[in-house]
C-alpha cells in the first residue's frame, strides 16, 4: 500500500501524486459505500498496481466550495477593474475562510485599469483590510507573492475574469494555463478553469480551482458576526447583540465614527438578513 495525495479528479477518476508519478485510480467500493467524498488535497492510501485508492487519511481541514482539503492558506484574487470590484463578494469569501478557521489573504488584481480618483478610493479600502489583519498584495508583486506561497499549500479563488490564470502563469511560466478576455455582455471573465486542480512549483502547492460570479454563505445567522474580525475588538453593552438594530451596539457607533468600514458593515447587514 502506498500513500500519495490527490492533485486532480475527473468523474471517478483520481490522479495521485507520488514521488513525482501520477497514477489515475478508482475508489474502492468501502470509500462509495460509506459516502466518503474525496477532494484535491486528501492524503489517501492507494495501490498503485491496482490503481485503487482504499483510504482516506485524516484531514487537517477541508471546503466543499471549492472542494479541497488539507490547505494552509486561501489567496482571494479580486478584479478592481473589469469585472469591477465586488465588496461583496470578498467579504463573504473572508467570511466563508473565517468560520473555517483557514488563513485568508487579498490579491488585488488590474490596478493599471483604475483613474486615479478610483485609486484614492482604493487606497482607503485596502488600508482599512491591512489594518483589521489581512495580507494584501497586488498580483504585480511576484515576488511578495511567491514569498507567501512558499512551503504552503494554497488555494487560489475568486470571481470570474479576475486574473488567476494570469497570475498562475507569472508565477511559473511552465504552467501554461490558458487566460480568456472578458465577455463584454456579460461584464465577467469567460470560464478558463473548469475543474480543481493542484499544481506545484519548486517550493510550493498550488490549487487552482474553477472562477465564479456568486458564492452561497451557508453560515449560521449568530455565527456570522463572529465572522468579521474587527468587530471582535468592540465590547457591546448586549451578550448577543447582533449588531442590526439594538440600541447603544458599540459596532454601531464605531461605523458611525468611521472606525469601522462602512461598506463591511453594510455587506455584514446584507448577509445577516439573507443568513
Known sequence: ??????????????????????????????????????KVGDYVLFNKDEKYVYELIARRNYLDRPNVANIDQVLIITSLKKPDFDSNLLDKLLAIFENKNIK??????????LSNIELKKLKKVVNYYQKIGYKVVYNTNIRKIKKILKHKTTVLTGQTGSGKSTLLN?????????????????????????????????????????????????????????CFIEFKKYS????????????????????????????????????LERG
Request: proline share 2%.
Open 1 to 38: 500500500m502506498n500513500n500519495g495525495r490527490i492533485v486532480k479528479i475527473l468523474s471517478d477518476d483520481y490522479f495521485i501524486s507520488k514521488d513525482k508519478e501520477i497514477y489515475v485510480c478508482k475508489a474502492r467500493g468501502k470509500l462509495k459505500n460509506d459516502k466518503i467524498n474525496l
Open 104 to 113: 485568508a489573504i487579498i490579491c488585488f488584481t488590474k490596478k493599471d485599469l
Open 170 to 226: 507569472k508565477l511559473d511560466p511552465n504552467f501554461n494555463f490558458k487566460t480568456n478576455e472578458i465577455s463584454k455582455a456579460l461584464g465577467r471573465g469567460k470560464h478558463t478553469t473548469t475543474e480543481v486542480t493542484l499544481v506545484s512549483t519548486s517550493s510550493s502547492n498550488i490549487i487552482d480551482t474553477p472562477g465564479f460570479s456568486s458564492v452561497d454563505l451557508n453560515i449560521d445567522k449568530k455565527e456570522i458576526k463572529n
Open 236 to 271: 457591546c453593552p448586549y451578550t448577543d447583540c447582533l449588531h442590526s438594530n439594538e440600541q447603544d451596539c458599540q459596532i454601531k457607533k464605531m461605523v458611525s465614527q468611521d472606525k469601522i468600514l462602512k461598506s463591511r458593515y453594510e455587506n455584514y447587514l446584507n448577509f
